[in-house]
């Protein structure tokens, strides 16, 4: 006890929890239709309906609808940013080995195994000749509903097709899944050519023992721990165990001695 009361107030550190995927342990090739890499779940590739760039239409799975596994060291050569060996792809097809596949997407679905407040991606697309005007978006959903978006407009500065890279994120709210997808300048969805790298989803820890939540260690956490034990608030479960008791007080000790 005189460890705690002669504590002095801490400024939180503010640190947060990240699942990354950058798929370089995956073997090359198809790994289905619903998939779930290093905590990132990958599902519902390609199944909507849109218009192509050409004007015609497709419809759910018309580009394949598997999570695929491509190698990217020839990207590399050219994209810093590449995470070698592997990209995903999404799609039907894919070639072993070197050569790369940069297969149709019209949208993919990913979550992390909990609500978060930051996500980014590497995409490598093509820009210019068909893809020139479309607009991609980055939507996080929080229970199915779109609460944040990133949009950016694929580069038309006319001739030929080409790769280019743009790193994607989200953050400012929480949100639990993220939908990437295209549109037409007419809102339209569409498709674009992609492959992705370096998935990450980040959601904030927060320190157990800063009972009031002013962002500060002090002696003030102590009688905001009391007043949550009498009122039997969530702030009360120190250990974790999802129930308030005399055991939270001991628990809330040890919890503020380490810090955060």
Not at 181 to 191: A, I, K, L, Q, W
Request: with cysteine.
């Amino acid at each position: 006890m005189r460890k705690l009361m002669a504590i002095t107030a801490a400024v939180l550190a503010g640190s947060a929890s990240a699942q990354s995927a950058n798929f370089d342990g995956e073997t090359e090739g198809f790994l289905g239709t619903n998939v779930t890499v290093t905590g990132v779940t990958i599902w519902d590739v390609n199944q909507n309906s849109g218009i192509n760039p050409d004007g015609s239409t497709f419809g759910p799975g018309d580009y394949g609808d598997q999570v695929v596994i491509e190698d990217a060291n020839l990207l590399a050569n050219d994209f810093p940013e590449v995470s070698p060996d592997n990209v995903l792809s999404f799609g039907g097809s894919f070639i072993n080995g070197d050569n790369l596949t940069i297969n149709l997407m019209s949208q993919v679905f990913m979550s992390p195994k909990t609500t978060v407040n930051y996500f980014a991606a590497d995409l490598f697309y093509y820009e210019n000749g068909p893809w020139g005007g479309i607009e991609v978006i980055v939507e996080g959903q929080a229970g199915g509903v779109p609460v944040v978006t990133q949009t950016f407009v694929i580069s038309d500065l006319g001739g030929r097709d080409n790769v280019t890279h743009r790193r994607v994120e989200l953050s400012g709210v929480s949100f639990d899944t993220v939908r990437i997808y295209s549109e037409m300048p007419d809102g339209t969805e569409t498709v674009f050519a992609t492959v992705m790298d370096n998935v990450t989803f980040e959601s904030p820890v927060t320190c157990v023992a800063d009972t009031n939540g002013d962002g500060v260690l002090s002696p003030a956490d102590f009688s905001a721990w009391i007043a949550a034990f009498n009122a039997m608030s969530p702030a009360c479960d120190q250990n974790g165990d999802s129930v308030c008791s005399p055991a939270d007080f001991s628990a809330w000790i040890a919890n503020y001695n380490a810090g955060c």
